[in-house]
């Protein structure tokens, strides 16, 4: 599977996680990624504990199979080295403030001119262009200005944010698609493309049942905790020993657990006859589950559900998922070396293909650990793209 994108190069001018996140999907399908950063500081996230031995386990998880080169883009010779990477690159992903690669003369305008079949693309806050587009942001600000932190949390509860740093990784999903699809493209066109890719716009796009249910009826979308606003019983339930999450989604499902608790006449209550219904009536619904719930273990219920072929799960903690033996099957937590030689693990990329996943897993870089191997490569690659 690593294969796909081999002889593709990417030059990375990323820091923390959108960015990086979406270079490093690349670098899994099999792209040459180069990570340039500033010989002091580098990725900021390299500061970030847990450090094993003085290494970033965060910084390890979004940085494997890349290498690393430190420039200081505002030196001239520096500048000089980056432009001259990029003249050899397929593609460039940045995750700057807009303006910033313009005034390094980093930008597509300028670089594109010498290397028309450059896909780049920016990442941002808002946006390259508009009236925010100046203003910088993190996963927290943008959960918040894209609505997300109004749908998350329990009904009348303070605002909470996704776990998961959602407007990140969905943003470095985005960009890691649109490049491969650009790169698709200009194997037919020959020509390259700008991305413009907004934390902003992913995070409102990701949120389509949201945004429709506005557009639907006019109102906001508002906490459920667990629940759904079409669905019920669709949420997690308070158990003797726990909370069990239960989707019975549909009106067989339905059927199926009423069934299971021993409360046939479920099916035919009035307020439980639809999918609709079910939603209207959920804390009614809700209450006569968990009173069915409270005499029993989550593992009971696990038991019992699944034997009737009702979707449902714990309420796992991350070393519990990790635990589980779908993990192990599909062989997706390997053991890594850090470039310091310490011994740790990562997750590795989900994706099969032909039933395969990766092969090998390239560590994380040292800062700069590449520098000289990649700049002895620029007169090849630049070589190499004049003559394409």
Same mark, same amino acid.
């Given at each position: ?11 990375? &001018?990323?820091?923390?996680? /959108?960015? =990086? ?5 690349? /670098? ?31 910084? %390890? ?27 050899? #690159? ?18 597509? #305008?300028?670089?594109? /001119?010498?290397? =028309? ?8 806050? $808002? ?10 942001? &993190? ?18 509860? @303070? ?9 990140? &990784? ?43 249910? *506005?557009?639907?009826?006019?109102? @906001? ?12 019983? *669709?949420?997690? $339930? ?9 989707? %019975? ?58 034997? /009737?072929?009702?979707?449902?799960? =714990?309420?796992?903690? *991350?070393?519990?998922?990790?635990? @589980? ?18 011994? !740790?693990? !990562? ?6 293909? @032909? ?15 590449? !520098? ?10 630049? %070589? ?5």
């Amino acid at each position: 599977m690593t294969g796909f994108l081999e002889g593709v190069r990417v030059i990375e &001018f990323c820091t923390v996680a /959108a960015g =990086p996140f979406s270079t490093m999907l690349l /670098a899994d399908m099999g792209a040459d990624v180069v990570k340039v950063e500033h010989p002091k500081t580098g990725d900021t996230m390299r500061a970030w504990p847990p450090l094993t031995d003085n290494y970033s386990e965060n910084f %390890a998880s979004l940085n494997r199979n890349k290498r690393s080169v430190a420039l200081d883009l505002k030196d001239p010779d520096g500048n000089a080295a980056a432009r001259a990477l990029v003249a050899g #690159a397929d593609v460039v992903i940045e995750n700057n403030r807009p303006g910033v690669m313009a005034r390094l003369g980093l930008d597509y #305008a300028t670089v594109s /001119a010498g290397n =028309p079949g450059l896909v780049y693309c920016s990442i941002s806050a $808002f946006g390259q262009t508009g009236p925010r587009a100046k203003e910088g942001g &993190f996963d927290l600000t943008l959960q918040a200005m894209a609505g997300v932190m109004s749908v998350t949390g329990e009904p009348g509860g @303070d605002p909470v944010k996704c776990g998961v740093p959602i407007s990140d &990784f969905t943003t470095g999903l985005y960009a890691g698609f649109a490049v491969a699809s650009a790169l698709r493209g200009r194997a037919h066109t020959g020509k390259g493309a700008f991305i413009d890719a907004s934390m902003f716009g992913c995070s409102l796009a990701v949120a389509a049942l949201q945004t429709s249910e *506005y557009f639907g009826n006019g109102t @906001d979308p508002a906490k459920l905790g667990s629940a759904h606003p079409r669905n019920a019983p *669709y949420q997690a $339930f308070r158990t003797r020993d726990g909370h069990l999450a239960l989707a %019975a989604g549909n009106n067989s499902l339905f059927a199926a657990t009423c069934r299971a608790i021993e409360r046939p006449d479920l099916i035919d209550d009035a307020r439980f006859g639809s999918t609709g219904l079910r939603s209207q009536h959920q804390d009614d619904l809700r209450e006569i589950l968990e009173k069915y719930f409270a005499d029993r273990t989550v593992d009971e219920l696990l038991t019992l559900f699944r034997a /009737a072929g009702v979707p449902c799960a =714990p309420i796992n903690t *991350y070393s519990q998922a990790l635990a @589980d033996p779908q993990v192990e099957h599909m062989d997706w937590v390997r053991p890594l070396t850090l470039p310091n030689g310490s011994q !740790t693990r !990562t997750f590795v990329s989900p994706l099969r293909v @032909d039933g395969r996943g990766p092969v090998d897993i390239a560590p994380p870089p040292l800062l700069g650990q590449h !520098t000289d191997e990649v700049l002895a490569e620029l007169d090849v690659a630049t %070589a190499a793209r004049g003559a394409s």
